[in-house]
């Protein structure tokens, strides 16, 4: 026991203790509670905390389990003190029994309980047995993330367990609500007497500050007392203030208890403009998801882990919230939160499917989590569903987008929330279908380049059309900042540091979820081999690097289209670490930085150089369009002057951001340098002061004038024709004679290739791919989508040279990626100019394949763009032609 004078004493029980399954559930029937001895010899030590999917053989084991340990109390201990035992979280339903005498049960597998087990103590040892059960059917509890088709689930006593000695008249709880307008804090006492008269009882409320107080209020043991500061320090990002709160409760002028507990004054409010306040303020929110989950541990944090440097590493990559989405966050977590200015969006976990039952627990959770978190100024947001996942995300049932009954339902509960918490602002359901929120959020993928001139313009939609993300009127307010509250992009992990800091394959590649093939990790090695991806990269390492320079160039497109407006108030990138196969985290599961993290906490600091060019392909000897914006989430007026420089161009632009504002330049044209073969060359943006804020845009300069295969005759119709024609292509408009020929059904020049003709299938006038006995195509995305973003697209040919700079696939590709690719070449008879694979290696498709077709040659190529437009496609097109004529 502690024993340092304060009237409260307590003692941790984690370490170890014995545990056991129960598959047949026989535990409960045959007394394991009561009569341990019955189970315990045959018992396993494990040391508690404890998830027991974290054994191989239990990691897919869902049922009841039971763990049991002993320990000594000392005479007197209880001497005018009751004792209480507590749990931090078990998941899912807790039983549990002290001296075999049954002291509660708890449902809920997030948040912290506790029973009073004062009459079952005794001096000498005493045990507690806690039999855990958490079952297979999950869909109507809290859940979050678990499970199917997410993450390995977690079962046990996944947080600390210690038992607390209190005072007989003791404080429960103190809530405190800041009233930044009038500079006061109202802390609401709940006092147990225990067996006193609450008359005889006085609470004494201080609030200090390093070391020296600045406030003080007394009343009795029960209502609330008002706190009054002289100039209060507020609680924010640049300035975490935190003062601590001591309630002392006296009976006459004896100290009965002490409770102590920290709090910050702030405020986080709409502006009324579609905007944020933050202590009066404008903030715009940075933000990225945390999950919570660790490589061998789960839930559980591992050995070494510092809830301080985790936020201080969230800090560090230039975000000023997390969303702790799919569960409640660590009260570690929260604290360090609290201490170093990160702001937190909280959230319940959630069900799957919508019931009275599940609409109850949820509700439970979410207020749970408001009364155990509402001391934290680090928590800001509460969150009540997601992406409607328990309340209309289930195939089986109506969409809250039409449920009226849910909408009325949803609405009654974010009434509760505000009405249980006054101070922070709610969303009601994150990504869709608002109902009554005070965030007009939204998720949406991006792929760029692949898809980044329709998310752009989809971006421009939603900000215009803010009403279309409401799935009614009658609550919708069109004023609701809008918060891009998930995006992201896939980036292949490094499968060989997985491998070795597992000591093995990690357990969760041949996990039995989730079903797609992009997102099982089993057999990655073999699939690259498979599809030809080996003799492209080398190594999986080196495949990896590609990756990482894709994810960069897609991310920083998304985050400078975000900060650039300032009618978006936030963003929430998804996400910090990659969790098991989700592998689109800033970091690696091991909390490892990919090789693209310092470069994106640049970008997302809070003083940021976004440039934009109206388009990365160009003709040589034309011009382009840079347009500088820099963006000043600070409270002081920012000035810079930059350099820009491209190819032997350059010059200055100097800008003037506000606080809390975004400076945009006057277009800068761009004289595009005269070429004679394709070469990409970068736009380069530097601070003229020898600052730290640069920018880096490609733009892919093809020659105006290319060289023309003019001895070949090629068959072609409509504006392809005219477009070859322009050129200085020979074209005919009759298959027969025809050397080469375009067509966009392969079935209509099948005969023509098979008596050694050679033809290109490309594109309708649509964007899609024709399917024949020659090519089956499968259909991509054309707008955003989390399966885009797990796109990869790449290039093996000297038809690319000049045009592509790398292996894979950038800029040069702008506004012509494919909508289709051929579905599964052969590796045997293809040959793959230009690929596609997604996720974990799997999708294998071809956007430039090239396929032997009896005496002929037949080439599919997805890729859009018009000839004669698009610089890149106009000589990929030229290319394919010459090389086509010239084959054997």
């Known amino acids: 026991m502690r024993e340092d004078g304060d009237p409260r004493r307590s003692r941790s029980l984690d370490g170890e203790w014995l545990f056991d399954v129960d598959p047949d559930a026989v535990g409960m029937s045959a007394g394991w509670g009561t009569e341990p001895a019955i189970w315990v010899t045959e018992a396993n030590p494990v040391d508690v905390p404890h998830v027991w999917q974290e054994t191989d053989d239990l990691r897919g084991y869902a049922g009841t389990a039971w763990y049991h340990r002993s320990f000594d109390l000392e005479e007197g201990a209880l001497d005018s003190r009751r004792a209480f035992l507590e749990f931090g979280a078990v998941d899912y339903w807790a039983t549990v029994w002290v001296d075999g005498e049954r002291v509660g049960d708890h449902r809920g597998g997030y948040l912290p309980f506790e029973f009073e087990v004062t009459e079952a103590l005794g001096a000498g040892e005493n045990t507690v047995t806690v039999a855990v059960h958490d079952p297979e059917d999950l869909r109507e509890i809290p859940h979050g993330n678990q499970g199917e088709p997410w993450y390995t689930r977690v079962s046990g006593i996944w947080q600390s367990v210690s038992l607390s000695l209190r005072p007989e008249s003791h404080v429960v709880d103190a809530r405190v609500t800041p009233d930044l307008e009038s500079d006061t804090a109202t802390v609401s006492l709940e006092v147990d007497p225990g067996g006193r008269d609450g008359e005889d009882l006085r609470a004494i409320v201080r609030a200090t500050r390093g070391g020296s107080v600045a406030a003080l209020a007394s009343a009795g043991p029960e209502g609330s007392v008002t706190l009054e500061f002289d100039d209060p320090d507020y609680w924010s990002p640049d300035a975490p203030a935190l003062y601590d709160l001591e309630v002392t409760l006296r009976a006459g002028r004896a100290v009965v208890d002490r409770y102590a507990d920290t709090f910050g004054m702030r405020a986080l409010e709409r502006d009324g403009a579609g905007g944020l306040l933050l202590n009066g303020e404008p903030i715009r929110l940075r933000g990225v998801v945390d999950r919570g989950y660790y490589p061998e541990t789960l839930y559980r944090p591992p050995a070494g882990w510092s809830a301080e440097r985790e936020v201080e590493r969230i800090r560090d990559l230039g975000f000023n919230l997390v969303r ?18 990160l702001l937190v969006w909280a959230e319940p976990a959630g069900p799957t499917r919508y019931t009275d039952r599940s609409r109850e627990a949820t509700e439970e959770e979410l207020f749970g989590l408001i009364d155990r978190d509402y001391n934290r100024p680090s928590v800001v947001l509460w969150g009540v569903y997601d992406e409607e996942r328990g309340i209309g995300h289930d195939p089986a049932e109506e969409p809250l987008w039409t449920d009226e009954a849910k909408q009325a339902a949803l609405a009654s509960t974010v009434d509760a929330v505000r009405e249980r918490d006054p101070t922070r602002l709610v969303c009601d359901n994150s990504g869709w279908a608002h109902v009554d929120t005070d965030l007009n959020d939204y998720h949406r993928y991006v792929a760029s380049p692949d898809r980044a001139t329709e998310w752009s313009g989809a971006l421009e939609h939603l900000l215009h059309h803010r009403g279309d993300n409401y799935a009614t009127r009658r609550w919708a307010e069109p004023d609701a900042p809008v918060v891009i509250s998930e995006f992201g992009c896939w980036a292949l ?10 000591g093995r394959e990690p357990p969760w590649f041949a996990g039995e979820f989730p079903a797609e093939a992009r997102k099982r990790p089993s057999d990655v090695e073999a699939r690259f081999e498979r599809t030809g991806l080996e003799s492209v990269f080398g190594s999986l390492d080196a495949l990896r690097k590609a990756w990482e320079r894709r994810a960069l160039d897609s991310l920083s497109h998304a985050i400078g289209e975000f900060r650039r407006r300032e009618e978006v108030s936030g963003y929430v990138l998804t996400q910090l670490t990659d969790v098991e196969w989700e592998a689109n985290g800033l970091l690696d599961y091991r909390r490892a930085p990919k090789g693209f993290t310092d470069r994106l906490a640049a970008i997302n600091r809070e003083v940021a150089l976004v440039a934009t060019v109206d388009s990365h392909v160009a003709w040589g000897g034309r011009s382009r369009r840079l347009e500088l914006a820099l963006v000043n989430d600070t409270d002081s007026e920012v000035a810079r002057e930059f350099e820009w420089r491209f190819g032997e161009a350059e010059g200055t632009c100097r800008l003037t951001a506000p606080a809390h504002s975004v400076a945009e330049s006057d277009p800068i044209a761009l004289p595009v340098p005269a070429l004679e073969e394709p070469r990409t060359e970068p736009v380069v943006v530097e601070d003229g002061a020898g600052g730290d804020l640069a920018c880096e845009e490609p733009i892919t300069v093809v020659p105006s004038s290319l060289p023309v295969p003019r001895e070949p005759v090629v068959y072609a119709e409509g504006g392809l024709a005219a477009a ?20 966009s059904d392969a079935g209509e020049v099948r005969e023509f290739v098979e008596r050694g003709g050679a033809a290109i299938q490309i594109p309708r006038d649509d964007g899609g791919m024709a399917d024949s006995d020659c090519f089956e195509f499968r259909e991509l995305a054309r707008t955003d989508g989390r399966a885009s973003t797990a796109s990869f697209f790449y290039q093996d040919s000297p038809l690319l040279d000049g045009l592509s700079p790398e292996a894979r696939l950038g800029w040069e590709f702008e506004d012509a990626y494919p909508y289709a690719v051929v579905s599964e070449p052969d590796p045997d008879e293809d040959v793959v100019h230009a690929g596609h694979v997604r996720g974990w290696l799997a999708d294998w498709g071809g956007s430039l394949v090239e396929r032997p077709v009896g005496d002929g040659r037949l080439i599919a190529c997805t890729f859009r763009g018009e000839v004669g437009t698009h610089p890149v496609v106009t000589a990929l097109t030229l290319g394919l032609i010459s090389h086509l004529a010239g084959a054997d």
Not at 324 to 341: H, S, V, W, Y
Not at 493 to 502: C, G, I, K, T, W
Not at 726 to 737: F, I, K, P, Q
């Open 324 to 341: 702790t989405q799919g569960k409640p966050a660590r009260p570690d977590f929260l604290e360090a939160a609290d201490r170093q200015g």
């Open 493 to 502: 992990p490094d499968v060989e540091a997985l491998a070795e800091h597992y």
């Open 724 to 743: 070859l024609s322009r050129a200085g292509v020979s074209v005919t408009h009759r298959l027969e004679g025809a050397d080469v020929a375009f067509t």
